[in-house]
Every structure is written in C-alpha cells, then in structure tokens.
Nanobody, 124 residues
Framework: EVQLVESGGGLVQAGGSLSLSCAAS????????LGWFRQAPGKEREGVSC????????YYADSVKGRFTISSDNAKNTVNLQMNTLKPEDTAVYYC?????????????????WGQGTQVTVSA
C-alpha cells in the first residue's frame, strides 16, 4: 500500500523558513515523480514544485521560484521542500504527491497518490 506522510508544517513569521518532509512507503522512489501541492482556504489546489530523478526534471510555480527548493533522498524514500523567505500568501495546507512515471513531473501528469497534508501558516 502506497502511503505518503507529510511533516514539518507550522506557524512562522513572514520572511522566515520552514522545511517540509514527506516520508513514503509502499513503493520505490526510483520509478516515481514526486510533487508538492498546496491549497489555501477558498482556493483551488495548486502545484508548488515537483521532481523526477529519472530524468532530473523539476518544476517550480512562478510564485515560489527562488524561494523554495525540492529535494529527494531515494535511499530514505523522503522528499523535502525547503521554503525560505515565506510570505503570508504561502499560507496553505501542503500536500505531498506521487505518480509512477520515469519522464517528467508536471506537464500532462496526474498524480495518483496523496498525503494527508500539513498546515503552513505565515503571519504578517
């Protein structure tokens, strides 16, 4: 059974940093693309970042480029999202997701597996 469990969310002041982690079980990272999504109250879920170690592809939403960094540790089956220079508009529930593919991580890809989410709140 595929499971994704996020951790690391919390409350931080604007300009601060948080590091999210997603621990995966039930599958081998090598064959999967991994992504981070977020959903703010009253808004649709949006993609934040993703990566695929098979072809070294990565994606960042324009709103987080230069501030967020995605990384994965295939040996530990974890994917992390380092978030720096946080803004109040980054407040959302952040979800880790996975899909079995060896090519790409964003265009024309639908994620199959999702974590339960972790709350990130950035105060002004």
């Amino acid at each position: 059974e595929v499971q994704l469990v996020e951790s690391g969310g919390g409350l931080v002041q604007a300009g601060g940093s948080l590091s999210l982690s997603c621990a995966a079980s039930g599958f081998t990272f090598d064959d999967y693309a991994l992504g981070w999504f977020r959903q703010a109250p009253g808004k649709e879920r949006e993609g934040v970042s993703c990566s695929n170690s098979n072809d070294d592809s990565t994606y960042y939403a324009d709103s987080v480029k230069g501030r967020f960094t995605i990384s994965s540790d295939n040996a530990k089956n974890t994917v992390n999202l380092q978030m720096n220079t946080l803004k109040p508009e980054d407040t959302a529930v952040y979800y880790c997701a996975a899909v079995r593919t060896t090519m790409g991580c964003w265009d024309y890809i639908t994620y199959d597996y999702w974590g339960q989410g972790t709350q990130v709140t950035v105060s002004a």
